[in-house]
């Protein structure tokens, strides 16, 4: 059984950090690139950043470019978003999403998310 399951939200102030974690089981990890996601109740489905199956190609949307940054452990089934300077604008719930490559639409794969909230 599949198992795709994000960590690492909570709650900071202007110009916090915070260190999402996406870990997966039942599946080889780098059969999929890996994109990190976010939504509100006001916006559609972001795509914040993506990372490709060895990790050797990385893309930010503008919103994130910068101030966010993907990894992955492939040994230890674990995509990384590092989240730097974050700002209120980014409160939302962020989720992964496994996918063929970072230029693709459709997700085999995602979990259920984890709360970000930044305040002022």
């Known amino acids: 059984q599949v198992q795709v399951m994000e960590s690492g939200g909570g709650s900071v102030q202007t110009g916090g950090s915070l260190t999402l974690s996406c870990s997966t089981s039942?599946?080889?990890?780098?059969?999929?690139?890996v994109g990190w996601f976010r939504q509100t109740p006001q916006k559609e489905r972001e795509g914040v950043a993506c990372v490709s199956r060895k990790g050797g190609f990385t893309t930010y949307a503008d919103s994130s470019k910068g101030r966010f940054t993907i990894s992955r452990d492939n040994a230890n089934n674990t995509v990384y978003l590092q989240m730097n300077d974050l700002k209120p604008e980014d409160t939302a719930i962020y989720y992964c999403?496994?996918?063929?490559?970072?230029?693709?639409?459709?997700?085999?794969?995602r979990g259920q998310g984890t709360q970000v909230s930044v305040s002022s």
């Open positions: 999403g496994l996918k063929r490559a970072c230029g693709h639409n459709s997700l085999h794969y």
């Open positions: 039942g599946l080889s990890d780098d059969d999929y690139a």
